[in-house]
């Protein structure tokens, strides 16, 4: 099977959310509104959201969606998932370190995606065959490939938010952990996932996610030779928390929580 189309069809959604993400960025009439679960949402994230999903509708009718903002649609084994801009919080204080995430499932399983963060003129991309890549801000591509560190103690290490750490009662072995090893830093969002999936950093771990904050990054950073799974488990589309690594470092991270 080849995914040279549905990848191509990707980027084509990711440079429609590029222009109107980036358009209302830093506008000073943006609106704001908080979601029931108390999440920001702009009139940014529905503008791209549903510009994705009407184009989806006319390239692909047969494939089902699930999106942030308004919610899944149709049921087939190909389903597309969109987080229009991840990193809300970011992108309405200003700071450019937000994406676009697009996935392509196929049997519940994420296959392509594309992370793209125009604010950062920086996107990534990933299918099976084609391998995953990445487009830097003077507009070269390169192929992305996992870091070869094998030992904890010269790992890197990101894990977001420290709250959420707590929340969910690990945060104990969050610092246990950060003892054992090189360097802690909280990137956040997708943005820890690329410097993983480009070698920068050898170990992420989150929690409090839903299926569009993950499935786009799973086929960048395991094309890239990275593996990705629950904190404790396999990964599902109910996983919540998760652990992402260089792969040489996944047992050793898992034990640690």
Do not use: C
Not at 83 to 107: E, F, K
């Amino acid at each position: 099977m080849t995914y040279q189309a549905d990848l191509e069809l990707a980027l084509q959604l990711a440079d429609i959310a590029d222009a109107i993400s980036l358009e209302r960025f830093r506008a000073l009439d943006l609106h704001v509104e908080s979601k029931p679960d108390r999440s920001p949402v702009t009139d940014a994230d529905r503008s791209v959201e549903q510009a994705l999903k009407d184009l989806l509708a006319a390239k692909a009718p047969n494939d089902a969606l699930i999106g942030e903002e308004y919610g899944n649609s149709g049921s087939a084994s190909r389903t597309w998932i969109i987080d229009p801009i991840d990193g809300t919080a970011n992108y309405l204080r200003g700071v450019p370190v937000w994406a676009t995430l697009i996935a392509l499932a196929i049997d519940g399983k994420p296959v392509v995606s594309v992370v793209s963060a125009p604010a950062m003129g920086r996107r990534w991309w990933a299918a099976p065959e084609v391998g995953a890549f990445t487009k830097d801000i003077d507009g070269s591509t390169r192929e992305l490939k996992v870091s070869a560190i094998a030992e904890l103690q010269n790992a890197s290490l990101s894990y977001n938010n420290l709250q959420l750490w707590d929340q969910a009662g690990m945060l104990p072995q969050l610092t246990e952990l950060s003892r054992k090893i090189w360097r802690t830093r909280a990137y956040g969002d997708f943005w820890s996932y690329m410097l993983l999936a480009e070698g920068s950093v050898d170990i992420v771990a989150e929690h409090d996610l839903k299926i569009y904050d993950i499935a786009a990054l799973v086929p960048i950073v395991e094309q890239a030779g990275g593996k990705f799974s629950a904190l404790n488990g396999p990964l599902t589309a109910e996983t919540s928390s998760v652990l992402a690594t260089n792969g040489k470092l996944h047992q050793a991270a898992t034990n640690s929580f």
